[in-house]
């Protein structure tokens, strides 16, 4: 009785080990950094910069393109302006549709993919950029008042691994 004691409370520190040594030593947590609209940082080698435009209703949008964009628009959608610089001097690639709204600890979906085609003719949600090239796009996201009207803070979550990149969405 004593061995099968021994051997059980052998497997248990050996897979407590374990446990501790991946947790703490193998994979470590990602850094967080958040930016604020209107900062310009880096990632993944691109210079970026966001910045917050509003949240319009369908009729809003519709009055600024015109009747065409109700096709596309949802009842209310939040827009940023994101400004992208490559200055190094290779070719880089972004991809957008990578990118997600979080409202505090609720996740807003992806980009609209028909409102942001409407708004960024010509532009695809993976963009490759030679050097030295600018590229400003409009990200539009879906908005619900009553889920996230009190919801803050609003994140633009940009990477999440190998560093958690947001940009905290301030109205200014």
């Known amino acids: 009785m004593k061995r099968i004691v021994a051997i059980i409370a052998v497997i248990a520190i050996a897979f ?9 030593i193998e994979y470590h947590f990602t850094e967080k950094a ?31 393109y015109g009747e065409e ?19 190094t001097a290779e070719e880089k690639a972004l991809d957008l ?3 997600c709204m979080q409202y505090a600890y609720t996740s807003g979906g992806g980009i609209n993919p028909y409102l942001f085609a409407y708004l960024n003719p010509g532009t695809g949600s993976k963009c490759t950029m030679e050097s030295g090239e600018t590229l400003t796009v409009l990200l539009p996201y879906s908005y619900d008042w009553d889920t996230f009207g009190s919801e803050k803070p609003y994140d633009l979550v940009l990477s999440l691994y190998p560093e958690n990149v947001r940009v905290r969405i301030v109205e200014k």
């Open 16 to 24: 407590t080990a374990r446990v501790i040594y991946v947790n703490a």
């Open 34 to 64: 958040v930016y604020e609209t209107g900062d310009t940082f880096i990632l993944n080698g691109l210079e970026l910069t966001c910045t917050y435009d509003g949240i319009y209703s369908s009729e809003e949008l519709m009055k600024i």
């Open 69 to 87: 964009v109700l096709s596309y628009c949802d009842e209310s959608d939040l827009i940023l302006t994101l400004i992208v610089t490559n200055p």
């Open 97 to 99: 549709s990578s990118f």
